[in-house]
Each structure stands twice: as C-alpha cells, then as structure tokens.
C-alpha cells in the first residue's frame, strides 16, 4: 500500500515538543498529521537524556508564567491521559548565595501573587532538611514543596500514544534535506523518503530547528544548543537519599537529586555547540565531582553509574520561539524551549495548538514568544 504524502500539518522532530503538539491538535479535531523523526526512535535526544523537574521559579518572567500554568496539568492530568502518575511532589531545593540570593528575596511576592507554594529558608534550615550540605557556601534558600520529579517516559508516551490514536502518524528515519516555499508560502518538506506536502509545516527540530529554520528563508532567529552533562552513583556508605528534594545551587552550579536508588548531579554545564550526538566530557564530569566535595562532602562518589549529555536549546533572549514565521508563511517555529520544554509542554503544545487551528491564543500573550520579534 502505498503511503500517503498529502497532509494538514507535518510536524518536523518528534520530541516533547512535537508530540505534545500534535497531541493538542488531535484535542482540536485536527488529526491529519505527519510526525517525522530523523532517529530510529522519538525522544532520542533532549527528551530521552532530561532528568526533568518541575520547578515554578525561573529568572526569566516569561518561561515562569508558562511553567506555572503548565504545572495544573501535571498535578491533574485530563482522564485516562496516562496510567501513572505524571509528577512526584518531592519537593525543590533552590539554594543561594549573594546577588542571587537577593534575587529570590526579590521575587517572593511575584511567586505569591503566581499562587506558587514556597517557604524561604535559612542556612541552618537547610542544613536540618539536607545535612549532608555545606551552609556556608549559601546566605539563604527557596522550598517549592509541591514540585518535582516528572515522570518523562509517562508524560511523552502518553501525548504519542493519544495522537496515534487519533489518527496521527508517526515516521521515523526520516530527515529533512529541504523545505518547499512557493511565494513565501511554505508548502511542504523533502526528506530522504521522498516530498510531503502540507498546509503547515511546524519546526519542532530541537537543536536542528535552527538549521531547518535556514532552509525556509525565515527570521533571522538564532538558536544555540548548549551541552548539559549528568552523572549518576550510589550513596557513600549509609547515606539514604530516597527521600530527598531536588537540590539545586545556581550560585556555584551543582544540582543533586535521587534517582533510581541512587544519585544524579550535574553541575548545570552550559557548553555551546553545533546540534550533535552529545556526549560527556570528562572535564565536566571532574568539575561535577569537584563541586560534589565543595557543597555536599558526605556525598563524593566512589565511582560512577553512569555518565551522559544532552543539548538545550535557545534563542538570543532565553524566550521561547512559538508561531508562524512573519517571513515564510504557514512555517510554524516550536523551539528555543531551553531547559523547560518537559516542564512547560502542555501549556505551550495548547498555545501552538491554537494558532496553528485558529490564530490565536487566549491561553497567553503569544507576543512574548513570536518569531517576529526577532525582525527588530
């Protein structure tokens, strides 16, 4: 039987990003859609390789309004979304010293007005809650109770498994060599399987939507994967962390947290780089186990479990890229999602969702994540 090569909507990269997306199509009656992946499998990069939290403080205002709004749907997922549940309420432990410290201060009445459920804490506070914890090396600490650990593989599973129910289709091994744009209008894609046309072509490439943005004559949006490293390893001697939140120190870049009966840290690397395969250096994995010894003695690993990297992407101004190209009509941009893509899939795959279907969002002001700020 020969396979279709007509349809509504193709959806480039079958990421969080993507699948999230086409699931709230398919909400929205729209079903005639072609998910393409380049890998053997979805998810391989970013959403595969992601230790995904939820964690309702960011620095940027714009990407904290969309993880709040995101969190009701993990916390009350529609029914029969998923059979587990999406999020562990572990709890989040933000730690800080000096200007970021005053930062957070600085910000508690902005995640009171949010609604989001946090306790400031001092260093002797945080020593009690986690003592294997240096306090010097903070002035003061936030505790998001009501966050934490996202169940990734659920979530992910779940937003493909409704869609392909649905009617959505899913192919993978199959990777973009060109985009077709009649009068600035994009038409369709070609790939190594051959031409596709469609109404919309939505960007959801991850740390390759840069470069497919390029082959469609689009804004000049810049967007650059990062390398983001973990390690994993057993608790030292009797050391239980099962129960511990997820602990994070920004001000001398170290995160921690339990993780399949044992540890994971990264040491919040930021590595530019072109989109790739990515994989640990093991500088960064010295630095880890450094910084491992500075703020958390107890906790030095003996040896590793295991070591990996993935790629967060972003654009110029840490905002998200979300809608329709000002220059290449009916090209939909769904990237730059950085760090927060898991944490703020469903709000922002029902945003791209409705101005896919309907042009508009009343969801959120769709302004802050255009595209066509970028055209200055």
Known sequence: MEKK???????????????????????????DILMIERE???????????????VEFEPIPTVQDLIVKSAKFFRNPPEGFCENPLLEQSGILLMFQSQLWKFAEQSAMRLESSGVKFKLLSPSEVASMMPVISPEYLDGAMYL???????????????????KRRGVELRCNVEVKGINVERDKCTGVVTNKGKFKAKWVVNAAGAWAGKIGKL????????????????????????????????VNPSYGLYFSPESGGICA?????????PCDAYPD???????????GKLAPPLVPRSLRRKWAGLRTFAQDYAFVVGEDPLTKRFFWLAGQGGSGIETSPLVGQIAADLIAEGRTELFNSGLLSPARFLG
């Open 5 to 31: 090569d007509n349809f509504e909507v193709i959806i480039i990269g079958c990421g969080i990003a993507g699948a999230s997306c086409a699931y709230f199509l398919a909400e929205k009656g729209i079903t």
């Open 40 to 54: 053997e499998q979805p998810g391989y990069h970013s959403t595969g390789r992601s230790a995904a939290v939820i």
């Open 145 to 163: 109770s009501e966050d934490g650990h996202i169940d990734v593989h659920e979530l992910f599973w779940s937003y493909i498994r409704h869609s």
């Open 216 to 247: 469609a004559n689009t804004a000049p949006i810049k967007l650059v994967p990062y390398r983001r490293t973990i390690i994993s390893f057993s608790p030292p001697g009797d050391i239980d962390a099962s129960g511990w939140p997820h602990a």
């Open 266 to 274: 990264s040491p919040m690397d930021e590595d530019p780089m072109e």
């Open 282 to 292: 093991e500088l960064v994995i010295a630095q880890t186990v450094d910084r491992i």
